[in-house]
């Protein structure tokens, strides 16, 4: 996703609005369970947090059409006290042993 940056917080990532990308997982739920699940996140990520509908491309298609996504954006400043991961991927992050 462009349009964000991703930071460390603690022992979690937090992506926030900003000149980057991020690089995550789309998980796809059943129509029947949006509002189950997501009740469930939002009571989860609280107030610090905003659900969003975001455009993301996703990287194993082969044409470059971007999808709508819901995701969690936290605050930017949160992110400007906290550490910038490069590249914006946290799986590589966690990777190279912080």
Not at 40 to 65: I, K, Q, S, T
Request: aromatic fraction near 10%; charge should be negative.
């Amino acid at each position: 996703m462009e349009g964000a940056t991703l930071h460390v917080v603690s022992w979690y990532p937090l992506a926030a609005p900003g000149q980057g990308v991020v690089r995550g997982e789309v998980m796809w739920l059943a129509t029947e369970e949006h509002a189950c699940v997501l009740a469930e996140l939002d009571a989860y990520e609280g107030d610090e947090y905003e659900r969003v509908v975001r455009m993301v491309r996703l990287l194993d298609r082969e044409d470059d059409d971007e999808i709508a996504c819901w995701l969690y954006l936290g605050a930017t400043t949160e992110a400007a006290r906290s550490p910038r991961v490069p590249g914006g991927d946290w799986r590589a992050y966690l990777g190279t042993g912080r």
